[in-house]
């Protein structure tokens, strides 16, 4: 401000000084006055440059002054620079808020004080069908019509969840949406949605398994008391009590496979998965698998006049199947798991038919094909789950516990493979297994890797005495 000061003193000082020199004293105050007017008018010119500049606002164009202006144009500069700096700031930490909101699991929408849509994130999109473009300010109860929505925002009591059928839920596959709104602000709201689907799902499949499980051991239970009380309270002959002790023995091993399934399945979930260092040949797992089948046929065509035909590769085709990785005891029963469920339940004189195939792309199928009456659409989906039953009638028949295919998941999905289940209702169904490129060793022999293009063979269920049973047997189960 001084040098300013001095800077006009000297301006009007000099212009007086010329009009002394020039026109005597009276032109020394008419230069004076002249200095001081264009000194003025500088000036103002200088803080129109300014005011000009600062009605644009950008730092680049600030003007080039010295002086009061030039410090003034410099430190609006400044203050211009520092405030664009911090909104810039806030929008990237605004980006990153609604970046993370965009990357969450959840259905986040916000919603101003009339309950328009202002923003909402993808998942919000796919759980109601929005159109974040289309249905941007829009009311949210023109949008969401359900009844159940519209008596829960009516209420204005948001402390619980209200559980929605999805947009797109189907008979088939229903989609259950969980809703909160959360208000915030001066009357705004953030709408928060959830897919508890599968929550549901797996607390429908603990509420089966409890009731299962309590129903496959009260049964047998309940049976076996029955008898002993006989046994204990009535004279019987010696006939009756072998009757009565035979029936308590068959309930008893009811009872013991379905304990010697739930520690199979126990065991596969908390055991470590399988290594490479053990190669199985899948030669041994097939003809194993065979030798079940065929006799587990034999025992359930014992009094019928046809039997199953069941079809294997043939045996050079069997010993260029190559290796598999894995534990021994898993893939056996995985397998026959799988072919002894095709014969259970095809009936007799049906067609079972069991192949190994190496795909192009390092990876091996093993599939089981038969023509038994076929599963609904709408039981596929649940099949591995434990105890679902299609037929609870038929399961009984066959002896099943209804753990074989959830023990067949668990082993497969142990060692990298993936089960996949087809059927056609009255044309039969087939259970394919593909394992890993990495699981799978093809056999070296060029003359062997030729014979897989063999035909397979069909031979004859041979007879087996009906008690012969194994491990993996035990884990047989029904669809």
């Not at 309950?115 to 929005?130: D, K, L, R, T, Y």
């Not at 009311?139 to 797109?168: E, K, T």
């Not at 591995?384 to 999905?413: C, M, N, P, W």
């Not at 087996?464 to 047989?476: G, L, Q, R, V």
Request: glycine share 8%.
């Amino acid at each position: 401000m001084l040098w300013r000061f001095i800077f006009f003193i000297g301006f009007q000082s000099t212009g007086g000084l010329l009009g002394w020199l020039y026109a005597g004293l009276w032109g020394g105050v008419s230069g004076a006055c002249i200095a001081t007017w264009c000194w003025f008018i500088w000036d103002i010119w200088r803080g129109g440059r300014v005011l000009r500049w600062l009605r644009d606002g950008d730092p680049r164009t600030a003007p080039a002054l010295r002086g009061m202006w030039g410090e003034a144009a410099d430190r609006a500069r400044r203050l211009v620079r520092h405030g664009q700096l911090q909104v810039k700031a806030s929008d990237d930490r605004l980006h990153d808020i609604l970046a993370a909101l965009q990357a969450s699991p959840n259905g986040v929408v916000l919603l101003d004080d009339q309950g328009h849509i202002e923003w909402c994130n993808q998942m919000a999109e796919s759980h109601f069908g929005f159109d974040v473009e289309r249905d941007l300010m829009q009311s949210i109860g023109n949008l969401v019509r359900d009844p159940d929505f519209s008596a829960y925002y009516g209420r204005h009591d948001f402390s619980r969840p209200l559980v929605l059928q999805g947009r797109a839920s189907t008979p088939a596959r229903p989609v259950r949406i969980s809703v909160q709104l959360h208000p915030y602000g001066d009357g705004r709201k953030l709408l928060l949605s959830q897919d508890i689907t599968a929550l549901e799902q797996a607390e429908a499949m603990r509420r089966d398994f409890v009731a299962n499980v309590s129903h496959e051991i009260r049964t047998p239970l309940t049976v076996l008391m029955g008898f002993v009380e006989t046994l204990q309270t009535l004279p019987l002959t010696e006939d009756e009590r072998l009757r009565y002790l035979g029936m308590m023995s068959q309930q008893a091993a009811r009872m013991q496979s379905v304990v010697q399934d739930l520690l199979t399945l126990s065991r596969l979930e908390g055991s470590p998965l399988p290594g490479m260092n053990e190669w199985i040949p899948v030669e041994a797992l097939l003809r194993r698998s065979e030798e079940e089948a065929r006799g587990l046929s034999a025992t359930l065509s014992m009094n019928q006049k046809k039997e199953h035909e069941i079809v294997f590769p043939a045996p050079a085709a069997m010993k260029a199947g190559g290796m598999l990785a894995g534990v021994n005891a898993e893939l056996q029963s995985a397998l026959s798991n799988l072919v002894n469920n095709a014969v259970r339940y095809t009936p007799a004189g049906g067609s079972i038919r069991v192949n190994w195939e190496t795909l192009d792309n390092g990876t091996a199928r093993f599939s089981v094909s038969d023509t038994g009456p076929g599963i609904a659409p709408e039981h596929l989906p649940r099949l591995t789950e434990r105890f679902y039953r299609v037929d609870r009638s038929r399961s009984r028949e066959t002896g099943g516990t209804g753990l074989g295919l959830a023990i067949v998941k668990h082993a497969v999905q142990r060692h990298g493979a993936t089960l996949h289940i087809t059927s056609v209702v009255g044309k039969g169904s087939t259970f394919a297994v593909v394992f890993p490129a990495s699981r799978v060793k093809p056999c070296a022999s060029k003359a062997a890797a030729a014979a897989t293009a063999v035909a397979p063979v069909a031979t004859p269920a041979s007879p087996a005495p009906a008690h012969s049973e194994s491990a993996a047997e035990h884990a047989t189960t029904m669809r």
